[in-house]
């Protein structure tokens, strides 16, 4: 099956090892990933991509933690993405074309300030609505945040996250 993305998500939640944070936050990101690609009417090509740019997001954060002497920094996490980004889609079929794409969405979705193609606007979204929930921004930061979202569903989501905080 080409593009197996049930196999995908099964390996990374098995290589995480149950680990309660990050097994959680990937299950979470997939999910408003998957929502906010359906409401943006995105192609069927460009959901597959973002979905599992959204499963493999933050994939390197256990290799550095466990070979970088647990330094999991932007820098060391750029490092090795792509060589687990790559392993894991080759491991679930997806197609070759689509692999560098996925790396790049990986790879970006913390450059908040940079211009953002479509599938990265959702990806970032997703994972800060989910950051958001996970930890709570105090009122600066959560204006911040708010500031970068451009979709509408990703804006409802977010204020609904935020309404503590942003009053
Ligand atoms: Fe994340």
Redesign the pocket.
Known sequence: MINNETNLLRSVLCYEQGHVRRTQ?ILK?FALAKLFGEQEKLSVEEQQILQAAAIL??IAIKYCKEHCNGDASQDNQKRVAPILVTRFLKEANYLPSYIPRIIDLVLC?HDYDNAKSKLLQLLIEA?LI??CYESRPDHKKAEYVKAIFQTDSGKELLALCLKEEIK
């Open positions: 936050h990101v997001h933050d979705h994972d989910v950051n």
